[in-house]
Nanobody, 128 residues
Framework: QVRLVESGGGSVQAGGSLRLSCATS????????MGWFRQVPGKDREGIAS????????HYADSVKGRFTVSADNAKNQVYLQMNSLKPEDTAMYYC?????????????????????WGQGTQVTVSS
């Protein structure tokens, strides 16, 4: 059974940093795409970062490019999202997601529908 568990969310002031972690079980991240998404009430889920750790290929949404960094520890089967220079508009529930096992590299890696497994989310709140 595949399980994803996010941690590291919290409340910070604008300009601050947080590091989110996604621990996986029953899943090998090294040959599959992993993604980070966020959602605020009433809006669609937004893909913000992805990593294909087999070749360490990353993609970012324009809204976070240059501020957020996604990384992976294949040995631990964990994925991370380092978030710097946080802004109030980054406030959202953040989700980790894993693609269907064996799907390989995803061309549209920030599209939520390309991911099969989801964590429960961790809240990030940025105050001005």
């Amino acid at each position: 059974q595949v399980r994803l568990v996010e941690s590291g969310g919290g409340s910070v002031q604008a300009g601050g940093s947080l590091r989110l972690s996604c621990a996986t079980s029953g899943y090998w991240i090294s040959s599959n795409h992993m993604g980070w998404f966020r959602q605020v009430p009433g809006k669609d889920r937004e893909g913000i970062a992805s990593i294909y750790s087999g070749n360490i290929i990353t993609h970012y949404a324009d809204s976070v490019k240059g501020r957020f960094t996604v990384s992976a520890d294949n040995a631990k089967n964990q994925v991370y999202l380092q978030m710097n220079s946080l802004k109030p508009e980054d406030t959202a529930m953040y989700y980790c997601a894993a693609a269907r096992a064996g799907s390989g590299y995803l061309i549209e890696s920030l599209r939520p529908t390309n991911y099969r497994y989801w964590g429960q989310g961790t809240q990030v709140t940025v105050s001005s």
